[in-house]
């Protein structure tokens, strides 16, 4: 049976698959000089993942402000023309009222690219957000890019339709399917329990005392969202029956805020739903209903639930899929009910129009829980991914039973690491967390940091219902001190293991 890895599992693709043979060859001289030195030959996307690919070796990241306006112009031709433009002062990323100063430094810096490109704004304007400080421009000759880097009030210029997964192996026109499956799951018996009224309650919520906490609190009031890629609407337990058995008085709702197009400039909503199974095993994690049914039940069984699918997997390669996360960050920082967001997606490098979109979503009061990445084996060296690597999200990570905090299989860790959640038992591949699958009576298991992450956002849940006037910083406070390192931080592992007993006492 086929096991959903959670997370960036192509991540493995950085360093292998996604660069031909001819640039596997290019010196590390010859690609620094493509970083730094400037021409007007279009470069390969071989070429270009090369750069790209130096610079994630030697320094653990990569940002398009460290190329050349080759690199950064040949990025923006091979990703459709688009470049999305970060304006205003350093760490500037949204507005909460009508600016003028920025209106007009918006206007300006649209009149540059006009006045470069020889053509009008109708023409060049792809999005303008109307509250954060980003417009996305179509560009198609490496001196606007010049010009636009000698401007002042620019925050960022990055190639927002280029994908370091779009090469020869990887058309544009096709999609990844990172972290996505359908399919049902025959579960170990011993990997769940039977409770009342008649609901399996996974093995991973007895290593964090979740029944425990279900005395003192079962999420009531709280509203989480979920950013993922939706929750199916083939699973009556995330729909129609999300009320049933003890789980009642709550809601679920679902929005889709991703395009379904090649074509940066298409306004072809893909509707709410999930197509690929990751946002429907995270919705379960969270909230899935306690009942008779015999099915998993969620960490806060009683939550309300905002469902997005703003992606369509968990890997954010695509302009439309870093859109509909920057929209619908937007859109739930916008929303006095909610107060979690859920994010088990991410990329390996900063994305500025969604780092703007958490800054947004922070500002408004959210607490915002992120998956600190998920790879295969080979590539679990990398560091926490963004955006859990950014410091408004708590990163999170998945470790497995073995009782030494041995991180999982396909798990990162690293620093920005706030807590852990065990989800994988120790040499027994696949058998992880258990949750609902995608069709009506199907289960599964599911594990990474992604299933770490949504666990961590219902325990929240339940922090927060048991205490609703508590501020984020409270209630994360709370989660803190609850864990088994604090007060103490461990380098990798942030506060460890929390206990959601302790945490609703």
């Not at 001289?29 to 279009?42: D, F, P, R, Y």
């Not at 009008?120 to 880097?149: F, G, H, Q, W, Y």
């Not at 984020?472 to 604090?486: C, G, H």
Request: with cysteine; charged share 20%; net charge negative.
């Amino acid at each position: 049976m086929k096991k959903i890895i959670l997370g960036l599992a192509v991540i493995s693709l950085l360093f292998n698959v996604s660069c031909s043979q001819d640039a596997l060859e290019q010196t590390n001289e010859e690609a620094a000089n493509l970083s730094t030195k400037t021409s007007q030959e279009l470069l390969t996307i071989p070429q270009i993942n090369n750069v790209i690919s130096q610079e994630l070796k030697s320094n653990g990241t990569f940002s398009w402000e460290a190329t050349s306006d080759q690199v950064l112009w040949s990025a923006v031709t091979h990703g459709g023309g688009i470049i999305t433009i970060g304006y205003g002062n350093k760490g500037e990323s949204f507005r909460l009222s009508d600016s003028q100063r920025l209106t007009d430094l918006k206007n300006a810096i649209i009149e540059s690219v006009t006045i470069s490109e020889e053509t009008l704004k109708k023409d060049i304007l792809v999005e303008d957000d109307k509250i954060l400080n980003v417009i996305d421009l179509e560009v198609k000759d490496m001196s606007t890019i010049t010009a636009l880097r000698a401007l002042d009030g620019i925050r960022y210029l990055e190639a927002n339709g280029y994908s370091f997964y779009t090469n020869e192996a990887y058309p544009q026109n096709e999609r990844s399917t990172s972290g996505c499956s359908k399919d049902g799951q025959n579960l170990n018996s011993n990997d769940y329990r039977t409770i009342s009224p008649g609901a399996q309650l996974s093995w991973t919520f007895d290593e964090h005392n979740i029944e425990q906490a279900w005395a003192y609190s079962t999420g009531a009031g709280i509203t989480v969202g979920l950013i993922d890629t939706g929750v199916s609407q083939s699973q009556p337990l995330l729909g129609s029956q999300f009320n049933d058995g003890v789980s009642n008085g709550r809601s679920i709702q679902k929005y889709g805020t991703f395009i379904d197009s090649i074509w940066p400039w298409s306004n072809n909503y893909d509707g709410p739903h999930d197509k690929c199974g990751h946002g429907t095993a995270m919705g379960s994690t969270i909230a899935s209903p306690r009942n008779n049914n015999n099915m998993p039940v969620g960490v806060a069984y009683n939550c309300n639930l905002v469902s997005y699918r703003a992606t369509e997997d968990v890997l954010l390669n695509d302009y439309h899929e870093r859109k509909g996360v920057k929209d619908a960050l937007v859109q739930l920082g916008n929303r006095s009910d909610v107060k979690i967001i859920s994010m088990s997606v991410g990329y390996p490098w900063s994305i500025g129009n969604v780092k703007d979109g958490i800054r947004y979503a922070y500002n408004r009061g959210k607490l915002i829980f992120a998956a600190g990445g998920t790879s295969t084996a080979a590539t679990n060296w990398y560091p926490v991914i963004f955006p859990a690597s950014m410091s408004e999200a708590v990163a999170v990570t998945g470790i497995t039973d073995d009782g030494t905090y041995q991180q999982c299989d396909t798990c990162h860790d690293g620093s920005q690491i706030e807590f852990t959640i065990v989800m994988e038992r120790d040499n027994n591949n696949g058998r992880t967390g258990t949750v609902l699958g995608f069709y009506n009576g199907d289960r599964k298991y599911v594990g990474g940091s992604s299933v770490a992450t949504a666990t961590t956002a219902g325990i929240a849940a339940l922090v927060w219902s048991r205490n609703p006037g508590w501020s984020r910083n409270q209630v994360l406070n709370k989660m803190r001190q609850s864990s088994e390192f604090y007060p103490n931080k461990s380098s990798t592992k942030g506060y460890g293991n929390i206990d959601a007993l302790q945490a609703v006492q």
